[in-house]
């Protein structure tokens, strides 16, 4: 019998309604599925941490973190403190730590969900989104002088690195040569920015070479949220710098239909450290301990860890249960336009997952 060790850190927000939500459904799995079994630890870092200890995590979190398979993240973001103390104290904190450098972010149309874009059928909207993980534009080098003054002078460097780069875009490559339409999109600014964006296209070039089957192309980042919208169905893979592909991620999940279902994973593809996977969505103040949140994007986050775990049928049998949920308008909950709770679409993926599989699949 296989037991994976999974680090639990639902941060803040809703992501303390989220992640016990994720831990159910593992439960499930694992009661279905007697060869998988999972031990827990959690971590109660983030915003009441901070409280108490003045760090969103202990300076020895990143050792602790190390000794397991896989890290299950909710979100870093409290109302009381400046989100910039939440985000590098903790998430920007572990996805740099553990050099989590690609991070993916699978993007369709799940059944029963509509997307805002007239015209698109569900499959014409089939992306992979890879977004550099460690350095670029939130690389956290720069600083500020002369605060308060009127000489005030702040800079935030955006650093990019030729080995940074390059493995990224091998990354970038290799993903889209495993997917069935074989199509990059490198995504970049190289008409504004001169030195680094320009240093993209060359790699980009260079790489291109050792992958003779992957169609690529480029275009620019502000032209590529016009490409999004008006043609999806010519983007498969799509790669872009960590500030880039923030943005263009939360706008391909709300053409998806929402913020809400959207899953990210942030891979150590090299496998030295453990890897990350967490909903793409923030702490949500607005709804948080309301029972409102969606859980699909925890839900669909761990699908994309049984999948690196290499634990295919599991992830695959996740993923059916996810489906047959959100086909269920009842189950919508209320960013989807429905009335269902974190616990009611908990419950009834718990349900699923526990029935015979044949039900899943009739
Ligand atoms: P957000 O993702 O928290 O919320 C944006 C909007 O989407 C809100 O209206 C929210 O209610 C809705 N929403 C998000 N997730 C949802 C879900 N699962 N179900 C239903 N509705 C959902 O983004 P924000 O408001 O910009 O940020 C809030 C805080 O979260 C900030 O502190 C920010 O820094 C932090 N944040 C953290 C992460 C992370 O840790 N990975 C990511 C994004 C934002
Ligand atoms: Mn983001």
Redesign the pocket.
């Known amino acids: 019998m296989k037991t994976y060790c999974i680090a639990l850190v639902p ?5 303390k309604e ?1 992640i016990p939500a994720g831990q159910r459904i593992l439960d499930a799995l694992t009661s279905a599925e007697p060869s998988l079994h999972f031990r827990f630890e959690h971590f109660d870092w983030g915003g009441d941490y901070y409280r108490r200890h003045g760090v969103m995590m202990p300076s020895e979190g990143l050792d602790a973190l190390r000794k397991h398979d896989a890290i299950l ?7 009381n ?1 400046p ?2 103390i ?2 590098w104290g ?2 920007l904190k572990i996805c740099q730590g553990l050099d989590q450098y690609a991070n993916i972010r699978p993007t369709r149309i799940l059944p029963g969900i509509d997307t805002p874009l007239k015209h698109c059928k569900p499959e014409d909207l089939n992306w992979m989104i890879v977004r550099e993980n460690t350095e670029g534009e939130y690389s956290g080098v720069g600083g500020r002088t002369h605060q308060g003054h009127p000489l005030e002078v702040a800079t935030d460097l955006s650093v990019m690195t030729r080995a940074g780069v390059e493995r990224i875009l091998r990354f970038a490559f290799r993903l889209a040569q495993a997917r069935p339409r074989k199509l990059l999109t490198v995504i970049t600014k190289s008409n504004a920015q001169r030195h680094a964006m320009v240093m993209w296209d060359e790699i980009a070039a260079q790489v291109a070479a050792e992958f003779p089957e992957v169609h690529w192309d480029k275009e620019l980042v502000d032209a590529a949220t016009a490409r999004m919208v008006n043609r999806p169905a010519s983007l498969d893979t799509i790669v872009a710098t960590n500030l880039h592909a923030d943005i263009l991620s ?1 706008l391909a999940a709300a053409l998806a239909g ?4 959207a899953p ?1 994973a942030n891979l150590n593809p090299e496998r030295v450290y453990p890897s990350m996977f ?11 301990g309301k029972g ?7 839900f669909w986050s761990i699908v994309l860890m049984l999948e690196h775990l290499g634990e295919t049928s599991a992830a695959h049998r996740l993923m059916l249960a996810i489906e047959h949920v959100t086909a269920n308008p009842r189950l919508h ?4 336009g429905g009335n269902a709770t ?1 616990p009611d679409v908990t419950e009834a993926m718990c349900a699923l997952l526990t029935a015979r599989t044949h039900r899943i699949h009739a």
Do not use: K, Q
């Open positions: 941060g803040d927000g809703i992501g989220v993240f909710g979100s870093a973001g409290d109302p403190i989100d910039h939440t985000l903790l998430r939360d929402s913020l809400g279902i990210t967490e909903p793409i969505h923030g702490s949500a103040f607005d709804i948080m409102l949140a969606n859980p699909i994007g925890t909950t209320r960013d989807l974190t």
